[in-house]
Nanobody, 122 residues
Framework: QVQLVESGGGLVQPGGSLRLSCAAS????????MAWYRQAPGKQRELVAR???????TYADSVKGRFTISRDNAKNTVSLQMNGLMPEDTALYYC????????????????WGQGTQVTVSS
């Protein structure tokens, strides 16, 4: 019953910016690490950015200095601010979160959003 809902994808010109957001809802007890992944056509899904519950972040080398991940623990949300977008950033972006469910005793499980398309084109 846990669900991740994404928003903010779209079509932008090279050099433009987008902000992706993801909200977790449902029978949630706690949320661990949250992250953004992306998958381009014909490519494997790759980690873009990750943030711990206390705010420690990691980024793929390809997006360092351009993307910023953040989270709001009170709202169960994670965002990805993307600046200086390039055509190479075109992909389907997925929200990911490690979540403990209230209705299932056990460890953190990985949940995924539905994906939101980001297209960078001249």
């Amino acid at each position: 019953q846990v669900q991740l809902v994404e928003s903010g994808g779209g079509l932008v010109q090279p050099g433009g910016s987008l902000r992706l957001s993801c909200a977790a809802s449902g029978s949630i007890f706690s949320i661990g690490a949250m992250a953004w992944y992306r998958q381009a056509p014909g490519k494997q899904r790759e980690l873009v950015a990750r943030i711990s519950p206390r705010g420690s972040t990691t980024y793929a080398d390809s997006v360092k200095g351009r993307f910023t991940i953040s989270r709001d623990n009170a709202k169960n949300t994670v965002s990805l601010q993307m600046n200086g977008l390039m055509p190479e950033d075109t992909a389907l972006y997925y929200c990911n979160a490690d979540i403990q469910s209230r209705n299932w005793a056990g460890p953190y499980l990985g949940y995924w959003g539905q994906g939101t398309q980001v297209t960078v084109s001249s």
